[in-house]
């Protein structure tokens, strides 16, 4: 499962397989369950989780109680509180498996030591970086461009195999509907 994330490495750097092998050292794999939390508010964020095999999300539980997506992780993704994570915080969001799932863990310290030891891996990770912030510019603008309804119709066209995978209360919770709401709009859009 380990040469995914070679393979996907190999997208931003070149890499031999004797680094890769030992900059797998820095990293744990682990097999997660379907709805297995990860990190849970209030704890200090300590890892930053790639997604192997399955899907990760990342949620708040709002103060009427609900709660409320605010990321997604499928194959070759990352997913951790940012925030959090690089100031060695309390985290005020939730991570947890969508689907059973294989994912690699760094932990900050590792991280540290894996881009001292591997200057290239900075590279990666600042591509990585600016993949993230530009998906999360882009939803912003659609969360203030389209209706809810063409976001959803958006999602559908740009995404299709993603909605398909994801529970409609989860791709609800993600695009700030209730389920009634999204079950609405796919009624709807099948008349």
Not at 74 to 93: K, M, Q, S, V
Request: aromatic share 16%.
């Amino acid at each position: 499962m380990t040469h995914l994330f070679k393979t996907h490495l190999e997208k931003f750097i070149e890499i031999n397989e004797k680094e890769f092998l030992e900059i797998m050292t820095f990293f744990e794999v682990k097999s997660i369950k379907k709805k297995e939390n990860l990190v849970v508010e209030g704890a200090i964020c300590k890892s930053h989780f790639f997604v192997l095999k399955g899907c990760l999300r990342k949620f708040f539980i709002n103060n009427k109680g609900v709660e409320q997506t605010t990321e997604f992780a499928i194959e070759n993704w990352w997913i951790t509180d940012n925030l959090a994570y690089e100031h060695r915080l309390p985290t005020e969001f939730y991570i947890q498996a969508v689907e059973s799932s294989e994912i690699l863990i760094i932990n900050r310290e590792s991280q540290e030591q894996l881009l001292m030891k591997f200057p290239k891996m900075e590279r990666y990770f600042r591509f990585i970086y600016q993949r993230a912030y530009a998906a999360a510019q882009v939803r912003m603008k659609y969360l203030y461009d389209f209706t809810k309804e063409e976001f959803y119709d958006h999602l559908c066209k740009s995404q299709p195999e993603f909605v398909q995978r994801i529970p409609q209360y989860l791709i609800a919770s993600f695009l700030g509907f209730t389920p009634e709401y999204l079950s609405e709009i796919r009624n709807k859009n099948r008349s």
